[in-house]
């Protein structure tokens, strides 16, 4: 009686393996003997990948680079505006209020000027209370009360507040506590401006009041001198009011000297 063998099953694991291991051999012998040429082929596959990817960020690119300027731009905008406002009142105050002043001087026969000091400004904010200078002559040097205080020859910013033999506390204008008279010099109208910090006046008035941009307030008393000048109307459609915002020109915080008129 004839019996069949049954076959041995066969190990594929084994083929597997062996087959990898052939791979690995190949890659490396490849490697070793023509390792530039797969470079080379690997760059030229992969080079258009890298042209396409290119390509569709670079408008991504393009975009954040153009808000970048954009902001940096506009940034740059405001600065000059700033530095042309500054340049427009101080031409305002060496300029048309000279000839202005010395015209009313001249038809009001008040040609004489209270004697002024020059003075050194010792502390100001937020080293002393805000919108007020610390300066370094008092009552022996002919400073009382009231004595007021230029930072130029006809820009006046604030009064003497208290006094001590060498050391004076000046008010400016534009602190927030303070009310000031003061006269339109295109007009010749009297209003009273109220302090808002920072160099800065308001003035709320009939929207049919004559002011414009631009427009100058004096101190009313001789010699005139500038207060400050309007550079924003705020008109509310819904009130029959409007805000006129003023500034004094420059940065009165930056001066390290001031003049105060002596007695």
């Known amino acids: ?57 670079q408008p991504f690119s393009k975009i954040k680079d153009f808000f970048i300027f954009k902001s940096s731009l506009i940034s740059k905008n405001l600065a000059q505006e700033d530095e042309l406002l500054s340049l427009r009142l101080k031409k305002i105050d060496y300029e048309v209020l000279s000839k202005e ?11 004489g000027d209270t004697p002024r000091k020059i003075s050194r400004v010792l502390s100001r904010p937020p080293l002393s209370p805000y919108d007020t200078f610390v300066i370094d002559i008092g009552s022996e040097e002919g400073i009382s009360l009231g004595s007021r205080v230029y ?19 000046v ?14 010099s295109r007009t010749g109208s009297s209003f009273i401006l109220k302090g808002q910090g920072g160099g800065n006046l308001k003035l709320e008035v009939p929207k049919d009041a004559d002011i414009l941009w631009g427009d100058v ?29 003023i500034r004094v020109p420059g940065n009165i915080f930056s001066n390290k000297y001031v003049f105060v008129e002596s007695n």
């Open 101 to 111: 002043f010395d015209d009313l001087k001249n038809q009001l026969g008040r040609e």
């Open 151 to 169: 930072i130029s020859e006809n820009i006046i910013v604030g009064l003497v507040k208290n006094v001590t033999p060498h050391t004076s506390l």
């Open 171 to 184: 008010e400016l204008f534009s602190n927030g506590d303070t009310e000031q008279e003061a006269t339109l």
């Open 217 to 245: 307030f004096l101190y009313p008393k001789f010699s005139p001198a500038m207060i400050g000048s309007v550079y924003y109307i705020d008109e509310n459609s819904q009130n029959s009011f409007k805000q006129v915002y």
């Open 1 to 57: 009686m004839n019996y069949l063998l049954k076959s041995k099953p066969k190990n594929d694991s084994l083929g597997k393996i062996i087959a990898v291991i052939i791979l690995f051999c190949l890659l490396a012998l490849s490697e070793f003997f023509f390792g530039n040429n797969i470079r080379s082929i690997s760059h030229t596959v992969a080079k258009p990948l890298w042209s396409v990817s290119k390509l569709a960020t």
